[in-house]
T-cell receptor
Framework: KQEVTQIPAALSVPEGENLVLNCSFT??????LQWFRQDPGKGLTSLLL?????REQTSGRLNASLDKSSGRSTLYIAASQPGDSATYLC?????????????FGQGTTLQVKP | GAGVSQSPSNKVTEKGKDVELRCDPI?????LYWYRQSLGQGLEFLIY????????KSGLPSDRFSAERTGGSVSTLTIQRTQQEDSAVYLC?????????????FGPGTRLTVT
């Protein structure tokens, strides 16, 4: 059974710091990995999608990497800002390339202090 | 453009009642998903529709849960004889295809409270 773990569960940093959020999965048979952001009381906003054939994706200050052999993905946030405060979720598409079943981690709640 | 919409945004119901939750996917998206987010359980997959294929119902927690998708667009998730453990936020997502190359885009969710 695929399990996705995110470390740390919570993180508080001062504004301007660079930070790394970690995601690990037990089954390397994932077909993509998506990072999401969730603000309190809101739905999920897709940040980055990494295909299984890719190693990383970048969008602005965000960079996500995927290492299937070690079962890990990281989300790097450069020059963090208070507006980055949210819960970050990683999710792996598991089972087959034609399934929609995303398996989610429990999330990392980030607070960026001004 | 318009994103995924869900209604109602909040629903309070008494134990034992039936509820229907609605999802309007992004126009043109062929794949639609339902997930549930509850305290202590995180986000769980419920059901997946892709075009005219039979839905993947492997995540539905019991036979009290069912979903349908009419005309390849709007979907309704129905929970019969609701129980307190059904209280959660129900999230719908859609994507432009059913394969792994497509990002899933989520709606704002319906918060269900069973009293």
């Amino acid at each position: 059974k695929q399990e996705v773990t995110q470390i740390p569960a919570a993180l508080s940093v001062p504004e301007g710091e660079n930070l790394v959020l970690n995601c690990s999965f037990t089954d390397s048979a994932i077909y993509n990995l998506q990072w999401f952001r969730q603000d309190p009381g809101k739905g999920l906003t897709s940040l980055l999608l990494i295909q299984s054939s890719q190693r990383e994706q970048t969008s602005g200050r965000l960079n996500a990497s995927l290492d299937k052999s070690s079962g890990r993905s990281t989300l790097y946030i450069a020059a963090s800002q208070p507006g980055d405060s949210a819960t970050y979720l990683c999710a792996g598409l598991h089972g087959s390339s034609n399934t929609g079943k995303l398996i989610f981690g429990q999330g990392t709640t980030l607070q960026v202090k001004p | 453009g318009a994103g995924v919409s869900q209604s109602p945004s909040n629903k309070v119901t008494e134990k034992g009642k039936d509820v229907e939750l609605r999802c309007d996917p992004i126009s043109g998206h062929t794949a639609l998903y339902w997930y549930r987010q509850s305290l202590g359980q995180g986000l769980e997959f419920l059901i997946y529709f892709q075009g005219n294929s039979a839905p993947d119902k492997s995540g539905l927690p019991s036979d009290r849960f069912s979903a349908e998708r009419t005309g390849g667009s709007v979907s309704t998730l129905t929970i019969q004889r609701t129980q307190q453990e059904d209280s959660a936020v129900y999230l719908c997502a859609s994507s432009s295809g059913g394969q792994s190359s497509y990002e899933q885009y989520f709606g704002p969710g319906t918060r269900l409270t069973v009293t």
